[in-house]
T-cell receptor, first 109, second 118 residues
Framework: GQNIDQPTEMTATEGAIVQINCTYQTSGFNGLFWYQQHAGEAPTFLSYNVLDGLEEKGRFSSFLSRSKGYSYLLLKELQMKDSASYLCAVRGSQGNLIFGKGTKLSVKP | SAVISQKPSRDICQRGTSLTIQCQVDSQVTMMFWYRQQPGQSLTLIATANQGSEATYESGFVIDKFPISRPNLTFSTLTVSNMSPEDSSIYLC???????????????FGSGTRLTVV
């Protein structure tokens, strides 16, 4: 079966650091993606991990451990505009993306 | 990465009718997918649109309810048939091309079609 878990909601303060975790159990694995989605908009690509380790891209970093079925997205120097839903997705053996339910992040002043 | 034009952006439809959503890409893409996002929920894959052949549907979705066409590598349609209020949702197309896969840019999404069935 396919199962991707991430927290439903998180709250953080402007300027702080927040880590959003994702655990997965899927029948196939060809990489893990993180997407950002603002309310009423389409998801936008943030990061991609296929090998273990940390990928850094500006204020955002993503980590993957394939043996543990675990990933996290790290957001540094939070800004108000980072308030959005963050979606963890695994690419399956058929090439499609399987999404978790998303984590709604609220950044407060 | 590819640029997607998805139409209509929103519609309000009567139950029992059908709506066809179009997804036009500015370049040839390897794979095209259709997703549904119900209010407050994440994305659920409906089907993979296959060029020149029948779409591949996920569990819980059937061709009679969601017929899909993909006549070429840049265009696809999704029809929501015999609609009921439970079909009210956002429908999104998504594409990936070979260059995006190689560059790890990820999958690109259309802006979505917000459907309300009354």
């Amino acid at each position: 079966g396919q199962n991707i878990d991430q927290p439903t909601e998180m709250t953080a303060t402007e300027g702080a650091i927040v880590q959003i975790n994702c655990t997965y159990q899927t029948s196939g694995f060809n990489g893990l993606f993180w997407y950002q989605q603002h309310a009423g908009e389409a998801p936008t690509f943030l990061s991609y991990n296929v090998l273990d380790g940390l990928e850094e891209k500006g204020r955002f970093s993503s980590f993957l451990s394939r043996s543990k079925g675990y990933s996290y997205l790290l957001l540094k120097e939070l800004q108000m505009k980072d308030s959005a839903s963050y979606l963890c997705a695994v690419r399956g053996s058929q090439g499609n993306l399987i999404f978790g339910k998303g984590t709604k992040l609220s950044v407060k002043p | 990465s590819a640029v997607i034009s998805q139409k209509p952006s929103r519609d309000i439809c009567q139950r029992g009718t059908s709506l066809t959503i179009q997804c036009q890409v500015d370049s040839q893409v390897t794979m095209m997918f259709w997703y549904r996002q119900q209010p407050g929920q994440s994305l659920t894959l409906i089907a993979t649109a296959n060029q020149g052949s029948e779409a591949t549907y996920e569990s819980g979705f059937v061709i009679d309810k969601f017929p899909i066409s993909r006549p070429n590598l840049t265009f696809s349609t999704l029809t929501v048939s015999n609609m009921s209020p439970e079909d009210s949702s956002i429908y999104l197309c998504s594409v990936v091309d070979r260059d995006s896969l190689l560059a790890n840019y990820g999958y690109t999404f259309g802006s979505g079609t917000r459907l309300t069935v009354v």
